[in-house]
Protein backbone atom coordinates (compact mmCIF):
# COMPACT_ATOMS: atom_id res chain seq x y z
CA UNK A 1 0.00 0.00 0.00
CA UNK A 2 1.34 3.33 -0.98
CA UNK A 3 1.13 6.54 0.47
CA UNK A 4 -0.52 9.31 -0.80
CA UNK A 5 3.12 11.56 -0.85
CA UNK A 6 4.90 8.61 -2.69
CA UNK A 7 1.83 8.51 -5.01
CA UNK A 8 2.12 12.03 -6.09
CA UNK A 9 5.59 11.97 -5.81
CA UNK A 10 5.25 9.17 -8.70
CA UNK A 11 3.18 10.88 -10.36
CA UNK A 12 5.59 13.59 -10.57
CA UNK A 13 7.59 11.75 -11.80
CA UNK A 14 6.03 10.13 -14.43
CA UNK A 15 2.73 11.83 -14.99
CA UNK A 16 2.15 9.63 -18.18
CA UNK A 17 2.09 6.62 -16.21
CA UNK A 18 -0.83 7.31 -14.18
CA UNK A 19 -2.75 4.87 -14.24
CA UNK A 20 -5.59 7.37 -13.03
CA UNK A 21 -6.29 8.24 -16.86
CA UNK A 22 -7.99 5.68 -19.41
CA UNK A 23 -6.41 7.29 -22.46
CA UNK A 24 -5.42 4.82 -24.89
CA UNK A 25 -1.92 4.55 -24.75
CA UNK A 26 -0.85 4.38 -28.10
CA UNK A 27 -2.63 7.84 -28.64
CA UNK A 28 -0.38 11.36 -28.19
CA UNK A 29 -3.54 13.42 -26.63
CA UNK A 30 -2.71 16.77 -27.28
CA UNK A 31 -6.38 17.99 -26.94
CA UNK A 32 -7.71 18.04 -23.24
CA UNK A 33 -9.51 21.04 -23.96
CA UNK A 34 -12.45 19.89 -26.27
CA UNK A 35 -13.82 17.43 -23.92
CA UNK A 36 -12.04 17.36 -20.80
CA UNK A 37 -10.89 13.72 -19.86
CA UNK A 38 -12.30 12.12 -16.41
CA UNK A 39 -9.53 9.83 -14.51
CA UNK A 40 -10.66 6.50 -13.47
CA UNK A 41 -11.28 7.52 -9.92
CA UNK A 42 -13.90 9.95 -10.95
CA UNK A 43 -15.47 7.72 -13.03
CA UNK A 44 -15.71 4.80 -10.46
CA UNK A 45 -17.39 7.79 -8.14
CA UNK A 46 -19.69 8.34 -10.83
CA UNK A 47 -20.32 4.22 -11.23
CA UNK A 48 -21.35 4.04 -7.32
CA UNK A 49 -23.55 7.20 -7.73
CA UNK A 50 -25.29 5.16 -10.66
CA UNK A 51 -25.71 2.17 -8.57
CA UNK A 52 -27.10 4.15 -5.98
CA UNK A 53 -29.77 5.76 -7.83
CA UNK A 54 -30.84 2.17 -9.27
CA UNK A 55 -31.18 0.21 -5.44
CA UNK A 56 -34.28 2.83 -5.64
CA UNK A 57 -35.03 4.86 -7.96
CA UNK A 58 -37.68 6.79 -6.88
CA UNK A 59 -36.42 7.33 -3.27
CA UNK A 60 -32.98 9.14 -5.00
CA UNK A 61 -35.64 11.82 -7.73
CA UNK A 62 -38.06 12.19 -5.03
CA UNK A 63 -35.53 12.48 -1.76
CA UNK A 64 -32.32 12.51 -2.36
CA UNK A 65 -31.31 13.89 -5.32
CA UNK A 66 -31.61 17.83 -4.22
CA UNK A 67 -28.87 16.94 -1.44
CA UNK A 68 -26.51 15.25 -3.43
CA UNK A 69 -26.41 18.13 -5.75
CA UNK A 70 -25.94 20.59 -3.03
CA UNK A 71 -22.97 18.78 -1.95
CA UNK A 72 -21.30 19.41 -5.35
CA UNK A 73 -22.95 23.05 -4.79
CA UNK A 74 -20.90 23.50 -2.27
CA UNK A 75 -17.72 22.28 -3.44
CA UNK A 76 -17.83 24.32 -6.62
CA UNK A 77 -19.12 27.45 -4.98
CA UNK A 78 -15.49 27.55 -2.55
CA UNK A 79 -14.06 26.72 -5.99
CA UNK A 80 -15.22 29.38 -7.91
CA UNK A 81 -15.72 32.04 -4.66
CA UNK A 82 -19.01 32.78 -4.77
CA UNK A 83 -22.51 31.65 -2.84
CA UNK A 84 -23.88 28.16 -3.72
CA UNK A 85 -27.00 29.44 -4.09
CA UNK A 86 -26.39 31.22 -7.27
CA UNK A 87 -25.15 28.06 -9.15
CA UNK A 88 -27.32 25.76 -11.16
CA UNK A 89 -26.35 22.59 -12.69
CA UNK A 90 -26.86 22.13 -16.50
CA UNK A 91 -25.72 19.46 -18.90
CA UNK A 92 -23.05 21.53 -20.43
CA UNK A 93 -21.97 25.63 -21.41
CA UNK A 94 -24.23 25.54 -24.61
CA UNK A 95 -27.34 24.88 -22.68
CA UNK A 96 -26.61 27.40 -19.60
CA UNK A 97 -25.99 29.83 -22.40
CA UNK A 98 -29.00 29.10 -24.56
CA UNK A 99 -31.25 29.68 -21.46
CA UNK A 100 -30.28 33.34 -21.06
CA UNK A 101 -29.99 34.02 -24.35
CA UNK A 102 -33.65 33.11 -24.12
CA UNK A 103 -34.93 34.34 -20.94
CA UNK A 104 -34.04 37.93 -22.13
CA UNK A 105 -37.01 40.45 -22.54
CA UNK A 106 -35.56 41.52 -26.42
CA UNK A 107 -36.99 43.99 -28.41
CA UNK A 108 -36.91 44.21 -32.36
CA UNK A 109 -33.07 46.69 -32.89
CA UNK A 110 -31.53 45.04 -29.55
CA UNK A 111 -27.97 44.42 -30.04
CA UNK A 112 -26.04 41.13 -28.90
CA UNK A 113 -22.12 41.86 -28.58
CA UNK A 114 -20.04 38.90 -29.39
CA UNK A 115 -16.61 38.93 -30.97
CA UNK A 116 -15.22 36.84 -33.56
CA UNK A 117 -13.39 34.63 -31.04
CA UNK A 118 -16.96 33.57 -29.44
CA UNK A 119 -17.91 30.28 -29.39
CA UNK A 120 -20.20 29.14 -32.19
CA UNK A 121 -23.16 27.37 -30.13
CA UNK A 122 -23.33 30.71 -28.67
CA UNK A 123 -22.97 32.51 -32.07
CA UNK A 124 -25.89 30.50 -33.69
CA UNK A 125 -28.27 30.72 -30.65
CA UNK A 126 -28.29 34.07 -31.31
CA UNK A 127 -28.36 34.29 -35.05
CA UNK A 128 -31.68 32.15 -34.13
CA UNK A 129 -32.43 34.79 -32.23
CA UNK A 130 -32.27 37.11 -35.14
CA UNK A 131 -35.16 35.45 -36.83
CA UNK A 132 -37.14 35.68 -34.09
CA UNK A 133 -37.22 38.58 -32.80
CA UNK A 134 -35.44 40.61 -34.78
CA UNK A 135 -32.51 40.97 -32.57
CA UNK A 136 -28.42 42.07 -34.38
CA UNK A 137 -25.50 40.45 -33.50
CA UNK A 138 -22.47 43.01 -33.71
CA UNK A 139 -18.98 41.16 -34.31
CA UNK A 140 -16.06 42.78 -33.38
CA UNK A 141 -12.55 41.41 -34.77
CA UNK A 142 -9.78 39.59 -32.21
CA UNK A 143 -6.88 41.13 -33.83
CA UNK A 144 -4.07 38.77 -34.50
CA UNK A 145 -1.35 38.87 -33.81
CA UNK A 146 -2.23 39.81 -30.00
CA UNK A 147 -0.02 42.53 -28.71
CA UNK A 148 -1.54 42.39 -25.09
CA UNK A 149 -5.00 42.33 -23.23
CA UNK A 150 -5.20 46.28 -23.47
CA UNK A 151 -5.86 45.80 -27.29
CA UNK A 152 -7.99 42.94 -26.62
CA UNK A 153 -10.33 45.19 -24.38
CA UNK A 154 -10.40 48.19 -27.35
CA UNK A 155 -11.19 45.55 -30.02
CA UNK A 156 -14.29 44.54 -28.14
CA UNK A 157 -15.71 47.60 -26.75
CA UNK A 158 -15.02 49.07 -30.11
CA UNK A 159 -18.31 47.23 -30.50
CA UNK A 160 -20.57 48.73 -28.06
CA UNK A 161 -23.53 50.93 -29.03
CA UNK A 162 -26.48 52.80 -27.57
CA UNK A 163 -28.37 49.27 -28.46
CA UNK A 164 -26.08 46.84 -26.79
CA UNK A 165 -28.20 44.92 -24.24
CA UNK A 166 -25.79 41.86 -23.32
CA UNK A 167 -22.01 41.13 -24.70
CA UNK A 168 -20.82 37.49 -24.56
CA UNK A 169 -17.40 37.29 -23.65
CA UNK A 170 -15.42 34.22 -23.50
CA UNK A 171 -13.14 33.92 -20.21
CA UNK A 172 -10.62 31.97 -22.91
CA UNK A 173 -11.21 31.95 -26.11
CA UNK A 174 -12.16 28.97 -27.56
CA UNK A 175 -10.06 29.14 -31.42
CA UNK A 176 -7.20 30.92 -29.88
CA UNK A 177 -7.13 29.99 -26.28
CA UNK A 178 -6.55 33.37 -25.27
CA UNK A 179 -7.81 34.81 -21.65
CA UNK A 180 -9.46 37.98 -22.51
CA UNK A 181 -9.26 41.13 -19.89
CA UNK A 182 -12.79 39.86 -18.22
CA UNK A 183 -12.71 42.07 -15.27
CA UNK A 184 -12.47 45.08 -17.12
CA UNK A 185 -14.37 44.72 -19.46
CA UNK A 186 -17.10 43.61 -16.86
CA UNK A 187 -16.79 46.86 -15.10
CA UNK A 188 -16.88 48.92 -18.74
CA UNK A 189 -19.42 47.03 -20.17
CA UNK A 190 -21.68 47.33 -16.93
CA UNK A 191 -20.87 50.87 -16.36
CA UNK A 192 -22.36 51.14 -20.00
CA UNK A 193 -25.47 49.73 -18.15
CA UNK A 194 -24.93 46.19 -20.60
CA UNK A 195 -25.54 42.93 -19.17
CA UNK A 196 -22.48 40.59 -19.33
CA UNK A 197 -22.59 36.98 -19.54
CA UNK A 198 -18.96 35.27 -19.37
CA UNK A 199 -18.55 32.24 -21.07
CA UNK A 200 -16.45 30.28 -19.01
CA UNK A 201 -16.47 27.35 -20.73
CA UNK A 202 -12.77 26.79 -19.93
CA UNK A 203 -11.98 28.79 -16.58
CA UNK A 204 -12.92 26.52 -14.06
CA UNK A 205 -9.77 24.78 -13.21
CA UNK A 206 -7.15 26.17 -15.83
CA UNK A 207 -7.18 29.28 -14.16
CA UNK A 208 -8.35 31.25 -10.64
CA UNK A 209 -12.08 32.01 -10.90
CA UNK A 210 -13.37 34.49 -8.40
CA UNK A 211 -17.21 35.14 -8.82
CA UNK A 212 -18.29 37.73 -6.77
CA UNK A 213 -15.37 40.28 -7.42
CA UNK A 214 -15.32 39.77 -11.03
CA UNK A 215 -19.34 40.96 -10.84
CA UNK A 216 -20.67 39.73 -14.12
CA UNK A 217 -24.13 39.26 -14.32
CA UNK A 218 -23.98 35.75 -15.67
CA UNK A 219 -21.33 33.05 -15.80
CA UNK A 220 -21.46 30.09 -17.14
CA UNK A 221 -19.31 26.90 -17.89
CA UNK A 222 -18.77 23.59 -18.41
CA UNK A 223 -16.93 21.15 -15.70
CA UNK A 224 -16.07 18.22 -17.73
CA UNK A 225 -13.51 20.32 -19.58
CA UNK A 226 -10.60 21.47 -17.28
CA UNK A 227 -12.32 20.38 -13.77
CA UNK A 228 -12.14 16.37 -15.44
CA UNK A 229 -15.99 15.61 -14.23
CA UNK A 230 -17.81 13.42 -15.99
CA UNK A 231 -19.65 14.17 -18.93
CA UNK A 232 -22.87 16.27 -18.57
CA UNK A 233 -21.45 18.89 -15.94
CA UNK A 234 -21.62 22.64 -16.47
CA UNK A 235 -23.14 25.24 -14.72
CA UNK A 236 -24.96 28.66 -15.09
CA UNK A 237 -24.54 31.39 -12.48
CA UNK A 238 -26.16 34.29 -11.88
CA UNK A 239 -25.85 37.06 -9.72
CA UNK A 240 -27.87 38.00 -7.10
CA UNK A 241 -27.50 41.59 -7.87
CA UNK A 242 -28.73 41.16 -11.50
CA UNK A 243 -32.69 40.80 -11.06
CA UNK A 244 -35.20 37.73 -11.64
CA UNK A 245 -33.12 34.21 -12.25
CA UNK A 246 -34.00 32.77 -15.29
CA UNK A 247 -35.78 29.83 -15.67
CA UNK A 248 -34.81 26.40 -17.87
CA UNK A 249 -35.47 26.02 -21.03
CA UNK A 250 -38.14 22.99 -20.56
CA UNK A 251 -40.01 23.31 -17.46
CA UNK A 252 -40.34 19.89 -15.42
CA UNK A 253 -43.50 18.21 -13.82
CA UNK A 254 -42.57 19.94 -10.59
CA UNK A 255 -42.16 23.64 -11.98
CA UNK A 256 -45.71 24.35 -10.08
CA UNK A 257 -44.94 22.50 -6.37
CA UNK A 258 -45.42 24.69 -3.42
CA UNK A 259 -42.26 24.38 -1.69
CA UNK A 260 -41.43 27.86 -0.21
CA UNK A 261 -38.72 26.73 1.73
CA UNK A 262 -36.17 26.03 -1.05
CA UNK A 263 -35.56 28.68 -4.18
CA UNK A 264 -37.38 28.44 -7.40
CA UNK A 265 -34.01 28.63 -8.91
CA UNK A 266 -32.63 25.82 -7.10
CA UNK A 267 -35.95 23.91 -7.75
CA UNK A 268 -36.21 24.65 -11.21
CA UNK A 269 -32.72 23.31 -12.38
CA UNK A 270 -32.04 20.60 -10.14
CA UNK A 271 -34.85 18.66 -11.32
CA UNK A 272 -34.98 19.48 -15.30
CA UNK A 273 -36.92 15.82 -15.98
CA UNK A 274 -35.82 12.22 -15.80
CA UNK A 275 -31.84 12.39 -16.28
CA UNK A 276 -28.87 11.22 -15.39
CA UNK A 277 -27.79 13.48 -12.92
CA UNK A 278 -24.61 11.25 -11.18
CA UNK A 279 -21.95 13.42 -13.36
CA UNK A 280 -23.01 16.64 -11.57
CA UNK A 281 -22.95 14.99 -8.36
CA UNK A 282 -19.70 13.55 -8.99
CA UNK A 283 -18.40 17.52 -9.64
CA UNK A 284 -16.91 17.27 -5.77
CA UNK A 285 -15.32 14.08 -6.05
CA UNK A 286 -13.66 15.81 -9.41
CA UNK A 287 -12.75 19.05 -7.63
CA UNK A 288 -10.98 16.89 -4.89
CA UNK A 289 -9.32 14.67 -7.16
CA UNK A 290 -7.85 17.42 -8.79
CA UNK A 291 -6.29 19.41 -6.29
CA UNK A 292 -5.00 16.03 -4.97
CA UNK A 293 -2.65 15.81 -8.15
CA UNK A 294 0.46 17.93 -7.08
CA UNK A 295 1.64 19.11 -3.86
CA UNK A 296 0.52 22.70 -3.77
CA UNK A 297 -2.85 21.78 -5.11
CA UNK A 298 -5.04 23.14 -8.26
CA UNK A 299 -2.83 26.62 -8.56
CA UNK A 300 0.32 24.48 -8.80
CA UNK A 301 -1.59 22.12 -11.30
CA UNK A 302 -2.18 25.26 -13.36
CA UNK A 303 1.20 26.51 -13.49
CA UNK A 304 2.72 23.49 -14.79
CA UNK A 305 0.28 22.93 -17.27
CA UNK A 306 0.12 26.81 -18.60
CA UNK A 307 4.30 26.60 -18.77
CA UNK A 308 3.85 22.79 -20.56
CA UNK A 309 1.26 24.63 -22.96
CA UNK A 310 3.54 27.36 -23.48
CA UNK A 311 6.71 25.37 -23.88
CA UNK A 312 4.96 22.45 -26.00
CA UNK A 313 3.98 25.63 -28.51
CA UNK A 314 7.65 27.12 -28.30
CA UNK A 315 9.00 23.65 -29.70
CA UNK A 316 6.59 23.97 -32.30
CA UNK A 317 7.04 26.94 -33.28
CA UNK A 318 10.70 26.77 -33.95
CA UNK A 319 10.05 23.87 -35.48
CA UNK A 320 8.00 25.02 -38.36
CA UNK A 321 9.29 28.18 -38.47
CA UNK A 322 6.89 30.45 -37.26
CA UNK A 323 6.19 32.66 -34.75
CA UNK A 324 3.53 32.64 -31.86
CA UNK A 325 0.52 35.65 -32.72
CA UNK A 326 -0.37 35.52 -28.84
CA UNK A 327 1.32 36.41 -25.95
CA UNK A 328 2.55 33.89 -23.40
CA UNK A 329 0.58 35.21 -20.97
CA UNK A 330 -2.67 35.12 -22.63
CA UNK A 331 -2.31 31.44 -22.15
CA UNK A 332 -3.71 29.29 -20.03
CA UNK A 333 -2.88 25.37 -20.38
CA UNK A 334 -3.73 25.74 -23.90
CA UNK A 335 -1.94 27.45 -26.53
CA UNK A 336 -3.22 28.53 -30.20
CA UNK A 337 -0.68 28.03 -33.34
CA UNK A 338 -1.29 29.64 -36.72
CA UNK A 339 -1.50 27.28 -39.62
CA UNK A 340 -1.29 28.16 -43.70
CA UNK A 341 -4.67 28.38 -44.88
CA UNK A 342 -5.70 25.12 -46.74
CA UNK A 343 -4.89 24.93 -50.37
CA UNK A 344 -7.55 25.29 -53.37
CA UNK A 345 -7.90 21.96 -53.85
CA UNK A 346 -8.46 20.62 -50.64
CA UNK A 347 -11.19 23.14 -50.01
CA UNK A 348 -15.17 22.45 -49.87
CA UNK A 349 -13.89 18.29 -49.11
CA UNK A 350 -15.45 16.28 -46.44
CA UNK A 351 -12.91 15.32 -43.37
CA UNK A 352 -13.41 13.23 -40.39
CA UNK A 353 -12.58 15.35 -38.26
CA UNK A 354 -13.03 18.83 -39.88
CA UNK A 355 -9.58 19.50 -41.51
CA UNK A 356 -7.52 17.38 -43.48
CA UNK A 357 -4.04 17.40 -41.41
CA UNK A 358 -6.39 17.14 -38.47
CA UNK A 359 -7.74 13.64 -40.36
CA UNK A 360 -4.05 12.93 -41.24
CA UNK A 361 -2.78 13.26 -37.61
CA UNK A 362 -5.18 10.92 -35.86
CA UNK A 363 -4.86 8.26 -38.89
CA UNK A 364 -1.50 8.62 -39.51
CA UNK A 365 0.43 9.93 -36.57
CA UNK A 366 -2.31 8.83 -33.86
CA UNK A 367 -1.90 12.52 -32.61
CA UNK A 368 -5.41 13.89 -31.34
CA UNK A 369 -5.14 17.71 -31.56
CA UNK A 370 -7.56 20.19 -33.39
CA UNK A 371 -6.94 21.75 -36.20
CA UNK A 372 -9.61 24.32 -37.40
CA UNK A 373 -11.10 27.13 -39.48
CA UNK A 374 -12.34 29.75 -36.99
CA UNK A 375 -15.32 30.10 -39.09
CA UNK A 376 -16.46 33.54 -38.52
CA UNK A 377 -12.91 34.66 -39.06
CA UNK A 378 -11.72 32.09 -42.03
CA UNK A 379 -8.26 31.67 -40.13
CA UNK A 380 -6.67 28.08 -39.63
CA UNK A 381 -5.55 27.70 -35.88
CA UNK A 382 -3.79 23.90 -34.39
CA UNK A 383 -4.44 23.98 -30.62
CA UNK A 384 -2.21 22.25 -28.08
CA UNK A 385 -3.50 21.90 -24.31
CA UNK A 386 -1.44 20.41 -21.40
CA UNK A 387 -2.59 18.72 -18.62
CA UNK A 388 -0.96 16.55 -15.96
CA UNK A 389 -0.58 13.15 -18.37
CA UNK A 390 1.18 15.27 -21.10
CA UNK A 391 4.76 15.57 -21.70
CA UNK A 392 7.10 17.60 -23.29
CA UNK A 393 8.26 14.89 -26.24
CA UNK A 394 4.46 15.02 -26.88
CA UNK A 395 5.36 18.47 -28.81
CA UNK A 396 7.86 17.47 -30.61
CA UNK A 397 6.04 14.38 -32.04
CA UNK A 398 3.22 16.94 -33.32
CA UNK A 399 5.82 19.55 -34.32
CA UNK A 400 7.61 17.01 -37.14
CA UNK A 401 4.12 15.50 -37.73
CA UNK A 402 2.73 19.24 -38.86
CA UNK A 403 6.22 20.04 -40.65
CA UNK A 404 5.03 16.56 -43.09
CA UNK A 405 1.52 17.55 -43.28
CA UNK A 406 1.88 21.04 -44.27
CA UNK A 407 4.78 20.81 -47.15
CA UNK A 408 2.58 17.89 -48.32
CA UNK A 409 0.20 20.53 -48.31
CA UNK A 410 2.08 22.90 -49.95
CA UNK A 411 3.04 20.84 -52.86
CA UNK A 412 -0.05 20.67 -53.40
CA UNK A 413 -0.37 24.28 -54.48
C1 LIG B 1 -15.76 28.99 -25.17
C2 LIG B 1 -16.69 27.84 -25.22
N1 LIG B 1 -17.96 28.01 -24.86
C3 LIG B 1 -18.85 26.99 -24.84
C4 LIG B 1 -18.45 25.72 -25.18
C5 LIG B 1 -19.46 24.62 -25.17
O1 LIG B 1 -19.16 23.65 -24.22
P1 LIG B 1 -20.11 22.36 -24.13
O2 LIG B 1 -19.92 21.61 -25.40
O3 LIG B 1 -19.60 21.63 -22.96
O4 LIG B 1 -21.49 22.87 -23.99
C6 LIG B 1 -17.14 25.48 -25.56
C7 LIG B 1 -16.69 24.12 -25.94
O5 LIG B 1 -15.59 23.88 -26.37
C8 LIG B 1 -16.22 26.56 -25.59
O6 LIG B 1 -14.95 26.40 -25.98
Known sequence: MT??????????????????????PDLTFLNHGSYGLCPRP??????????????????????????????????????????????????NATV?????????DWKPGDEILASDHEYMSAINEIRRLEQKRHIRLVSPAIPIPVRDSDQLLDAIMAGVS???????????????ALILPVERLVSRLKARGIRVLVDGAHAPGQIPVDLTSLGADYYVATLHKWVC??????????????????????????????RPWRDLFLRDFDYQGTADYTGQIAVKDAIAFMSSLMPGGLEALRRRNHQMAVEGRRRICETLGIDPVTPDDLCPSMAAIPMPAMPAPLQGKRYTFGDPIQDRLVEDH??????????????????VSAQIYNRPEQYDRLAEALREELRREQSMG
Open 3 to 24: TITERVAARMEAPHMDPSWPLD
Open 366 to 383: RIQVPVWNNPTTGRRWCR
Open 162 to 176: PRTRLAIVSHITSPS
Open 229 to 258: APKGSGFLWVNPDSGPRPRPIALSSRASEE
Open 42 to 91: VLEAQARYRLMVERDPVSFFVRDLERHLDESRAALATLLRARPQDFAFTG
Open 96 to 104: AIATILHEM
